[in-house]
Nanobody, 125 residues
Framework: QVQVVESGGGLVQAGGSLRLSCATS????????MGWFRQAPGKEREFVAA????????YYADSVKGLFTISRDNAKNTVDLQVNSLRPAHAAVYYC??????????????????WGKGTLVTVSS
């Protein structure tokens, strides 16, 4: 059984930073791309960032380029999202996505095999 578990969310002041982490088990982590999505209240889930199977390429939503950084550690089966310069507009439940394919672009397009339950990021102004 594949498990995807996020951690690291919380309350942060505007301008602050958080590091979200996602741990997976139950499948060969290093064979697939991984990503992060988010869903704010009243809005649809949207793509945030993705990373290829070996970490060689990354892909970001335009709204987070230069602010967020995705990385992975295939030895630890984890993928992290460093979120900097947080603004109230960034507040959402952040979901880790385990991809169906190897490329980051595939994850950005919704090719997700497994989802985590999400971690809440709240930003105070």
């Amino acid at each position: 059984q594949v498990q995807v578990v996020e951690s690291g969310g919380g309350l942060v002041q505007a301008g602050g930073s958080l590091r979200l982490s996602c741990a997976t088990s139950g499948r060969t982590f290093g064979l697939y791309a991984m990503g992060w999505f988010r869903q704010a209240p009243g809005k649809e889930r949207e793509f945030v960032a993705a990373i290829s199977w070996n970490g060689g390429s990354t892909y970001y939503a335009d709204s987070v380029k230069g602010l967020f950084t995705i990385s992975r550690d295939n030895a630890k089966n984890t993928v992290d999202l460093q979120v900097n310069s947080l603004r109230p507009a960034h507040a959402a439940v952040y979901y880790c996505a385990a991809g169906r394919a190897v490329t980051a672009q595939a994850v950005s397009g919704g090719q997700v095999a497994y989802w985590g339950k999400g971690t809440l990021v709240t930003v105070s102004s």
